[in-house]
């Protein structure tokens, strides 16, 4: 066996079974002595228990479904993991350490896999097993969708705030940079207004602003603020003449922001800055912790749907009674190929068709029952990289 580090490089496992020897520890040992010569793979065993088999024809309807359900718990889980990175925000690195199942990384989960009789009782029938599933990670999939879209609405609440707090004094929002001794308030014929000036054009400023028309209040431009392209000025006027010297501003490339000094209302907008954080980091810890919990539900039942197929499969491959290995591989990196024609050489006789072109089209009714890939041998593939591709899992 390889040892751990070196199995969470790779995330790729392969799910196989193999009918039973004269006990089915007999086939667990043939695959290690077959793989274990050049390293092949590392296995496991993985421990279905006995099912309810049903009838044939459920059995041939059943592997249809559960390919579906395959697909669509493993899209979840995804969605689960992908959305946990997105609300983790700049800690995104620390995904993976918060993705678990049942309490543990997802590749001793997988090794290590038991059944939960508790949550999935083996004396339901399989299609009661696979509905009991679809529900659970419906139900997860739907309060998803309610938990991401308040959040996400939240979030971008908050961004456009931000966003107006910040930028050029063109298009910002001013209201954190002025003062009240900036403004004459409460004048009968007085108004401050706020200009916004390309600091190229300062001295043009200071020359024209008292004669861009009649009625400015001399030497009344003060700089409120400047950033690396503009500077915030203040300048007083006759509440008659402000159309006219917005117009005149303009023309000169000085440009007068719509901005009226209102104390409650600058305390309500700072006021909801506020709210908006609390509100976020309120939720962001539950989130969070749903996030995880639901993850490893999630998780959990996928494995347990693949442990479905490879039952189902077996059954149909192999008949009854129930007599076969489930066995969990980790292909060494670029022994794929030698694994897989080693597996092909190990269980030829099981069916002379899978074993000659491995993986080939063939003619219908030989085909796995919705499997594409077709070997002699029950084979699944998954991938447990839910970080990103090639991430590590630790």
């Known amino acids: 066996f390889t040892s751990t580090r070196e199995t969470m490089?790779?995330?790729e496992y392969w799910l196989i079974s193999a009918p039973g020897e004269k006990t089915c520890q007999q086939t667990f040992d043939k695959l290690n002595q077959a793989t274990n010569k050049q390293q092949l793979s590392s296995n496991w065993k993985y421990h279905i228990p006995?099912?309810?088999v049903g009838t044939l024809d459920q059995l041939v309807g059943l592997s249809d479904d559960l390919g579906k359900l395959d697909n669509f718990v493993e899209q979840i889980t995804r969605k689960v993991a992908n959305y946990l990175g997105d609300v983790l925000e700049d800690q995104r690195d620390k995904l993976g350490e918060n993705l678990l199942a049942n309490g543990v990384d997802l590749a001793t989960y997988v090794t290590q896999f038991r059944w939960d009789m508790a949550k999935y009782p083996i004396k339901q029938s399989l299609k009661n097993l696979s509905d009991i599933i679809s529900k659970q990670v419906s139900q997860i999939e739907s309060d998803l969708k309610t938990k991401a879209a308040a959040y996400n609405s939240l979030k971008s609440n908050l961004q456009s705030i931000e966003k107006k707090q910040v930028g050029s004094l063109v298009t910002r929002n001013v209201a954190d940079l002025v003062k009240k001794e900036h403004f004459v308030l409460d004048s009968e014929y007085l108004v401050t207004l706020l200009v916004v000036v390309p600091l190229a054009n300062i001295n043009?400023?200071?020359?024209?602003?008292?004669?861009?028309?009649d009625m400015i209040v001399p030497r009344s431009s003060q700089l409120i603020y400047q950033d690396n392209d503009h500077a915030l000025l203040s300048v007083s006027a006759f509440h008659k003449v402000v159309d006219e010297f917005k117009q005149k501003a303009r023309e000169n490339k000085f440009l007068v922001r719509d901005?009226?000094?209102?104390?409650e209302q600058l305390k309500s907008g700072k006021n909801e800055l506020t709210k908006l954080h609390t509100d976020k980091k309120k939720q962001f810890?539950?989130?969070v912790r749903w996030l995880k919990v639901n993850f490893g539900e999630s998780f959990t039942a996928w494995i347990h749907v693949k442990a479905l197929r490879v039952f189902v499969e077996s059954v149909l491959r192999f008949g009854l009674p129930?007599?076969?290995?489930?066995?969990?591989?980790?292909?060494q990196k670029k022994q794929?190929?030698?694994?897989?024609?080693?597996?092909?050489?190990l269980y030829f006789h099981l069916d002379s068709a899978g074993g000659i072109g491995g993986g080939e089209e063939l003619p219908s009714g030989l085909a796995g029952f919705g499997q594409g890939e077709y070997y002699p041998y029950v084979y699944?593939?998954?991938n447990i990289d839910m970080v990103g591709s090639g991430a590590s899992l630790s």
């Open 9 to 11: 490089n790779t995330t």
């Open 50 to 52: 006995d099912l309810k």
């Open 204 to 213: 043009d400023w200071n020359n024209k602003y008292e004669k861009l028309t």
């Open 259 to 263: 901005f009226t000094y209102d104390e």
């Open 285 to 287: 810890g539950p989130l």
């Open 322 to 331: 129930v007599n076969f290995q489930g066995m969990v591989l980790l292909p």
């Open 336 to 345: 794929v190929k030698k694994l897989r024609d080693t597996l092909n050489e």
């Open 380 to 382: 699944y593939k998954m």
